[in-house]
């Protein structure tokens, strides 16, 4: 058996849900080696994502110069790790793990990955969350059971809470959160079909209001949600004027929400909010589904050229995109609302 590190370098650099991905693991750890330090590289841009972790002693900031890249190096040298996790698994990350008295890698199964996507060769090498902790298998960390966390700051969570409540009022009715946006065009959720869920949602539910989340590059699908609900009161177009944070604390706010294969469902999924997830050129078999949390996953299993891609395309190679337009509303609907009724609060 290895003995137990003092010090410990994590890296995942990117990319978002990616990095959130990694909370779990990084829960089993503290709670395994609760002395042990525990560092973590990554970019700026999910830094807020474990920054908070009560896992996490010191986070580094992987930078874009090459001088900053060797100070960096050099630094983290310094501090004399017992263990080097990389978890991302590229040529980027590869050259920190010398860095290390030993060091273990993430697998990332691309060949296989690559049979399963264009042949449909079997692929099921569990969730990713899983996998990070499997890493350290040889150092017999158990796993704790821990779902995703993400830890809000309490200054943020007033001054969300706030802006949400001036919208909300004291009306006590079931808010739902829309995230409708995906950087890839193939697992997006058809606009119509989101705007005609929400009004069956709210035919069943006449208090019923939702907020559209996202990022400011999805700031056009959330308007053109927006148009179909005039209304204020009804629907808060609230894409683009959200941080990370914000954003998190808003769902955690919401009764459940509806989200594609994209960073917030993982959001939702840290929140313990339950989600509707759509999947469409991606499948829950290259390990990014919802984890250990209330989720509904919609998807057509019948079609042969799932999945077309582990990350998603610019558009459908075969023109006909029937992996989201299969997935009509009028089939879903029942299915979708009584997984909120039996997950929510609604019951």
């Given at each position: 058996?290895?003995?137990?590190?003092?010090?410990?370098?994590?890296?995942?650099?990117?990319?978002?849900?990616?990095?959130?991905?990694?909370?779990?693991?990084?829960?089993?750890?503290?709670?395994?080696?609760?002395?042990?330090?525990?560092?973590?590289?990554?970019?700026?841009?999910?830094?807020?994502?474990?920054?908070?972790?009560?896992?996490?002693?010191?986070?580094?900031?992987?930078?874009?110069?090459?001088?900053?890249?060797?100070?960096?190096?050099?630094?983290?040298?310094?501090?004399?790790?017992?263990?080097?996790?990389?978890?991302?698994?590229?040529?980027?990350?590869?050259?920190?793990?010398?860095?290390?008295?030993?060091?273990?890698?993430?697998?990332?199964?691309?060949?296989?990955?690559?049979?399963?996507?264009?042949?449909?060769?079997?692929?099921?090498?569990?969730?990713?969350?899983?996998?990070?902790?499997?890493?350290?298998?040889?150092?017999?960390?158990?796993?704790?059971?821990?779902?995703?966390?993400?830890?809000?700051?309490?200054?943020?969570?007033?001054?969300?809470?706030?802006r949400f409540l001036q919208w909300r009022g004291s009306e006590k009715s079931p808010i739902y959160f829309i995230a409708a946006g995906a950087k890839h065009a193939t697992k997006r959720y058809p606009v119509s079909f989101f705007i005609d869920i929400m009004n069956m949602l709210a035919e069943m539910q006449p208090s019923a209001r939702f907020i559209l989340l996202g990022g400011p590059d999805e700031l056009d699908t959330a308007n053109q949600i927006k148009k179909s609900f005039p209304d204020n009161q009804r629907v808060w177009n609230a894409a683009g004027g959200f941080s990370l944070l914000e954003s998190a604390e808003i769902i955690r706010l919401c009764t459940a929400g509806f989200s594609n294969d994209s960073f917030l469902m993982h959001v939702a999924t840290a929140m313990q909010i339950p989600v509707v997830a759509f999947f469409g050129s991606t499948t829950p078999a290259l390990g990014f589904a919802p984890f250990r949390s209330p989720a509904l996953i919609v998807e057509d299993k019948t079609l042969t050229c799932r999945p077309c891609s582990h990350i998603g395309r610019d558009s459908c190679p075969l023109q006909h995109f029937n992996c989201m337009n299969n997935l009509q509303p009028e089939l879903w609907f029942p299915v979708i609302y009584q997984f909120l009724l039996s997950s929510s609060e609604l019951k």
């Open positions: 058996m290895n003995e137990t590190p003092r010090k410990i370098l994590i890296i995942r650099l990117s990319s978002l849900g990616d990095v959130l991905l990694t909370s779990s693991a990084l829960s089993s750890i503290h709670q395994f080696w609760p002395d042990c330090e525990i560092h973590f590289l990554t970019k700026k841009p999910t830094i807020p994502l474990i920054q908070f972790h009560p896992a996490v002693s010191k986070i580094w900031q992987y930078p874009t110069g090459k001088d900053e890249l060797d100070r960096l190096k050099s630094d983290l040298k310094k501090e004399n790790f017992d263990l080097v996790a990389d978890w991302q698994g590229n040529f980027r990350s590869l050259p920190f793990r010398k860095l290390g008295k030993k060091s273990v890698s993430f697998p990332k199964h691309r060949f296989k990955r690559w049979l399963y996507i264009k042949f449909k060769r079997p692929f099921n090498p569990g969730p990713v969350p899983e996998r990070y902790l499997q890493t350290l298998k040889d150092f017999q960390v158990p796993d704790s059971g821990a779902g995703l966390s993400l830890i809000i700051p309490k200054t943020i969570e007033i001054d969300t809470e706030k």
